[in-house]
């Protein structure tokens, strides 16, 4: 099993800046592919920025040059620094590990960024 935990949101005006921590236990590789991904009232979920166990990076385009992932193989630990937010960027943040063919995901974290 793993399990997935977020931190880090909160309510921040537009041009602001968070950042959001996921810490992963249980039967975890710490290289694995993990990413951040959100969902806004009314919309799907979709991906903010993943990376892959060689540690390549993608951003989804409406967050590149704003946003920035890294990750923590000690812990492990994946961060998403969030700079210069706008109120689209508004939702709940959740963590993402992939383990073969399974994803698992957290409960996520709100982020609401105000005009």
């Known amino acids: 099993q793993v399990q997935l935990v977020e931190s880090g949101g909160g309510l921040v005006q537009a041009g602001g800046s968070l950042r959001l921590l996921c810490g992963a236990s249980g039967n975890i590789f710490s290289a694995n592919t993990m990413g951040w991904y959100r969902q806004a009232p009314g919309k799907q979920r979709e991906v903010v920025a993943v990376i892959e166990p060689d540690d390549k990076i993608t951003y989804a385009q409406s967050v590149r040059s704003r946003f920035t992932i890294s990750r923590n193989y000690a812990g492990p630990t994946v961060h998403l620094d969030m700079n210069d937010l706008r109120p689209d960027d508004t939702g709940i943040y959740f963590c993402?590990?992939?383990?073969?063919?399974?994803?698992?995901w957290g409960q996520g974290t709100q982020v609401t960024v105000s005009y």
């Open positions: 993402n590990y992939v383990a073969g063919m399974k994803d698992y």
